[in-house]
């Protein structure tokens, strides 16, 4: 009987592969994984009690490995087998992006592990965006776009058939697993040589410098790699220290005892020499490091919440990082920051967690359960991106002069027939995902069914 390796497995190889990979071609990129994870290392040191929590709930070990990518394809073609080729390291589409309403010609998923155990092994993930053509205004120069991106393949045979034979087995074994990630990296491998002329590369970076980076190259290159912080305020005051040039504001929530969702920030993207196809020389600025700080995922009501009090704090401008910081405080303080209202209130979601040994009767509910310490509820990791905050790092690398929204509506249903199946609503799994845990806690404690919290 053949063994398979587990896609769990294929994808932590490959999700250190292409961090060792990005650290060779962007040397600042390692310079900020020790930056990291000196910060993680302090903040665990000063706060035994998170440190006990994080081990407690298998999270502590994902925090070294976990990271997050990005990449941007240009046709449908490439998009679907895309999502073959995360399907081979269990990564699947959840959520939908328009990131067209901040001025951004694409549309986008998150490749991602959905279940409890595989995030828990490693929540490698990769935000995924597929170009969207026809915003582009000029119609000859939507044409030449097409027509160039017809012309290439992002994939090598070697990956298309191993992915194949990934689907026709059922599996890969150890030899086809090892050459899967090997050939899978080449399609986010870095390319030097563009594939258009200059003065192609040109007319493209004028419509928006995002579609030139689309477009004009062999491949998606990975543009960001993302390593998982505990304090992204302490990441963003050092990086200067470092030699790293942090972007001008943290985006996301501000600073909470109880972080929600998710904050990132970066480094402003690098100005890499390039070749054109007609043997002019140039430069081209795609590549960035990133960090993220991620809390608990809210619920649809938390969400709600969430993007009112945001819209609210987006309505005063700041002119720096601190002021930044200081309007959004200011605007959450409606936003209530400790676990047992969010989970009272039911604007977050929770894992459950069955504590032996307590005596319960079959009377009490979950709440008196968990007052009793008969259960543990603990903020269930966001695991996914916030639209505003993705679109806000993808302009702050692309420079100052861009235009800040398309008219246009969100296209759900086109990309998902691009795609080649459906996004999953991220808010519905982690509902999902929180009354598992809470019907497996129950059954433990010898109790019937209860209702869920969130």
């Known amino acids: 009987m053949t063994l398979w390796v587990s896609p769990d497995h294929i994808r932590d190889r490959f999700s250190q592969a292409m961090s060792a990979m ?28 998170l440190h006990s929590r994080l081990q407690q709930g298998g999270d502590l070990p994902r925090l070294g490995v976990e990271r997050h990518g990005a990449i941007r394809v240009g046709t449908p073609a490439e998009l679907a087998m895309l999502r073959r080729l995360f399907a081979v390291m269990g990564m699947f589409p959840v959520g939908y992006y328009d990131l067209s309403e901040a001025g951004v010609p694409v549309h986008s998923t998150a490749f991602r592990p959905i279940d409890d155990a595989s995030l828990r092994y490693n929540p490698f993930r990769v935000f995924t965006s597929l170009l969207r053509p026809e915003l582009i205004d000029d119609p000859a ?9 017809a012309e290439r393949d992002i994939f ?15 599996g890969l074994n150890q030899q086809d697993a090892e050459q899967f990630v090997e050939q899978a990296l080449e399609t986010f491998r870095w390319h030097e040589e563009a594939t258009v002329a200059v003065g192609t590369y040109q007319a493209l970076s004028q419509e928006h410098r995002l579609i030139a980076d689309v477009v004009c190259f062999r491949g998606p290159h990975i543009n960001h790699l993302t390593p998982r912080t505990l304090d992204i305020d302490a990441v963003q005051q050092q990086m200067p220290e470092h030699g790293i040039d942090p972007k001008a504001v943290i985006e996301g929530p501000p600073r909470r005892q109880c972080p929600i969702l998710l904050r990132q920030t970066s480094f402003k993207a690098l100005e890499e020499p390039i070749r ?18 991620r809390g608990v995922a809210l619920t649809r009501k938390g969400r709600a919440l969430y993007d009112r009090l945001l819209a609210e704090a987006r309505q005063t401008p700041a002119a720096d990082n ?9 605007a959450f303080n409606d936003f209530p920051d400790d676990e047992t209202t969010l989970r009272r209130e ?3 979601f929770f894992r459950y967690q069955a504590v032996p040994g307590v005596n319960v009767t079959p009377s009490q509910d979950v709440e008196s359960l968990i007052g009793a310490g008969a259960l543990l509820a603990t903020p269930m990791i966001y695991e996914d991106f916030l639209p505003i905050s993705a679109a806000g790092i993808f302009q702050s690398n692309l420079g100052d002069a861009q235009r800040d929204e398309y008219q246009s509506r969100s296209h759900q249903a086109a990309f998902e027939q691009a795609l080649g199946g459906q996004v999953t609503d991220e808010i519905s799994l982690y509902a999902e995902r929180e009354k598992a845990s809470l ?15 969130g």
Not at 322 to 330: G, I, N, Y
């Open 276 to 293: 054109f196809a007609d043997a002019a020389e140039g430069y081209h600025s795609a590549r960035f490091g990133e960090i993220e700080q």
């Open 346 to 348: 039911k604007l977050a």
């Open 156 to 170: 090598t045979p070697a990956a298309r058939a191993l992915v194949e034979r990934y689907e026709r087995q059922g």
């Open 22 to 49: 990005y650290q060779r071609e962007v040397p600042q990129y390692g310079t900020l994984l020790a930056l990291v994870a000196s910060v993680n290392q302090q903040v665990l040191s000063q706060s035994p009690e």
């Open 322 to 330: 601190a002021a930044h910081q200081a309007v959004l405080q200011d």
């Open 141 to 149: 120069l939507r044409e030449q776009a097409i027509a160039i991106l």
């Open 439 to 453: 019907d497996q806690a129950l059954a433990a404690l010898g109790m019937s069914e209860q209702p869920a919290t």
